[in-house]
């Protein structure tokens, strides 16, 4: 069974960055999906980024194409998310989140709801 830790999360002026960290323990084989989510206060949980362990095919939510960057380094088995250009409507729990299947990644909680979560990292914008 794959577990999952995150970290890096913080507080932040707008315009910053962060960088997050997900540590994977257990084998992640060539047919995963690895996603990061987040869920601000009184919001639903969102599909921010994934990639595809397969051949590293990345997919992100609108809102943050261009800002954030996700990918992985296999020694480590660890997924990263790099956040540049940070706003407040960034402020939020980040979690990473695992599952094995075939492409195309979703980003719809429910996918990965059988599999893995880590526990979340909070990220903190202030303007």
């Known amino acids: 069974q794959v577990q999952l830790v995150e970290s890096g999360g913080g507080s932040v002026q707008a315009g910053g960055s962060l960088r997050l960290s997900c540590a994977a323990s257990?084998?992640?084989?060539?047919?995963?999906?690895l996603a990061w989510f987040r869920q601000a206060a009184g919001k639903e949980r969102e599909g921010v980024a994934t990639?595809?362990?397969?051949?590293?095919?990345?997919n992100y939510v609108g809102s943050v194409k261009g800002r954030f960057t996700i990918s992985r380094d296999t020694s480590k088995n660890t997924v990263y998310l790099e956040m540049n250009s940070l706003n407040a409507d960034d402020t939020a729990m980040y979690y990473c989140?695992?599952?094995?299947?075939?492409?195309?990644?979703?980003?719809?909680?429910?996918?990965?709801?059988?599999?893995?979560w880590g526990q979340g990292t909070l990220v903190t914008v202030s303007s």
């Open positions: 257990g084998h992640i084989h060539s047919s995963y999906c």
């Open positions: 990639i595809y362990t397969g051949d590293d095919t990345t």
């Open positions: 989140a695992a599952v094995p299947r075939n492409p195309p990644c979703g980003m719809i909680a429910e996918e990965y709801a059988s599999h893995a």
